[in-house]
């Protein structure tokens, strides 16, 4: 185990190709590939110099040390969102203190995988699904690393790295999982699953395809932080509007999880195979999201909360 304090983590990412304060452009940064585990995937194998380490943050701790190591040549940064032995709520998880942790790791792009229910006949349990948009019903969660003191608006009209997610979708496909190119994710609250009149509310009228309990805000902080965000949803089940498959079955959710996360362990490997190892500057932006986001005029930002900031807005602060 390796204890971390906050500074020694920034130098390090700044070693490993995080830019430093006032770099406009960036080329062949190294690339470290964040790979954070929804339900059912809570290590990966075969990584080379496996090592579990505690990363501290101004945003407290994450949701569990992160797993880090190489994996065919890749610079890898593992942590399971909802930690080991699954222990944080969708509600609870540490969404700041993980994008903060990996920003401080150095991590450049994220392939997110989390379990979801479907509103698509098509879109079946054991289907992978690459989410593109999402609808957020959050309401208990803290959505932004910036607030009063350092305001700061950031576009997600494209919520994900379309980029990293054709590079996920064309590994995904060697494993011979049915892969969904495209999907809206409602992103709800939970821990319930929904009631029959929501879920015939997001199937019908919002246009949703999965709904899931954590991608939101973790794709919102992703952009924030300036990391490409590509998630994967692992279709579980049919939620609760489906006639033929009624309320959502817990052991049937578990069953079909576990085979899902064999299938996103066989996605990892051969997403690094097919990875250089080298970031180019993102053709979607998500690398310059902070570029003009910040409103706050310097004289009057809050010199705490800049500070805390330190990581995910150190290129720009
Ligand atoms: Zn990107």
Redesign the pocket.
Same mark, same amino acid.
């Given at each position: 185990m390796t204890v971390r304090c906050v500074q020694n983590c920034v130098t390090l990412a700044r070693r490993a190709g995080t830019p430093h304060k006032g770099a406009k452009q960036r080329k062949g940064l190294m690339m470290r590939l964040g790979v954070i585990g929804g339900s059912g995937v809570y290590d990966i194998d075969g990584l080379e110099g496996a090592e579990w380490q505690t990363i501290e943050t101004p945003w407290g701790a994450p949701s569990d040390q992160i797993l880090t190591g190489t994996l065919n040549g890749i610079d890898m940064a593992f942590l399971p969102r909802h930690g080991r032995g699954h222990v944080h709520s969708p509600s609870d998880v540490p969404y700041r203190a993980n994008i903060d942790a990996f920003k401080r790791l150095g991590v450049t792009d994220i392939l997110a995988v989390s379990a979801c229910g479907s509103f698509r006949e098509d879109m079946a349990p054991g289907d992978f699904v690459m989410v593109d948009q999402f609808i957020d019903r959050t309401r208990h969660r803290a959505s932004s690393f910036f607030s009063s003191g350092c305001v700061a608006h950031v576009s997600v009209a494209h919520p994900t +790295?379309g980029?990293?997610s054709e590079k996920v979708a064309k590994a995904a496909a060697t494993t011979g999982v049915k892969l969904h190119p495209s999907g809206t994710y409602l992103a709800m609250e939970g821990p319930q699953f929904s009631t029959l009149a929501e879920s015939r509310m997001y199937r019908d009228h919002w246009g949703a395809d999965v709904i899931g309990m954590t991608n939101m805000p973790e794709a919102k902080l992703a952009r924030e932080a300036e990391i490409?965000y590509a998630p994967i949803a692992m279709v579980t089940d049919y939620d609760c509007w489906h006639p033929d498959h009624g309320a959502v079955e817990v052991s049937d959710v578990i069953r079909v999880m576990k085979a899902n996360a064999a299938n996103a362990r066989a996605t990892i490997h051969a997403l690094t195979q097919d990875l250089s190892g080298t970031h180019a500057p +993102?053709p979607?932006g998500?690398?310059t999201a902070l570029e003009y986001a910040i409103m706050t005029a310097p004289e009057k930002r809050d010199p705490g909360l800049v500070a805390k900031l330190d990581a995910v807005a150190g290129r720009v602060l």
């Open positions: +790295c980029s990293l490409c +993102c979607h998500c690398d």
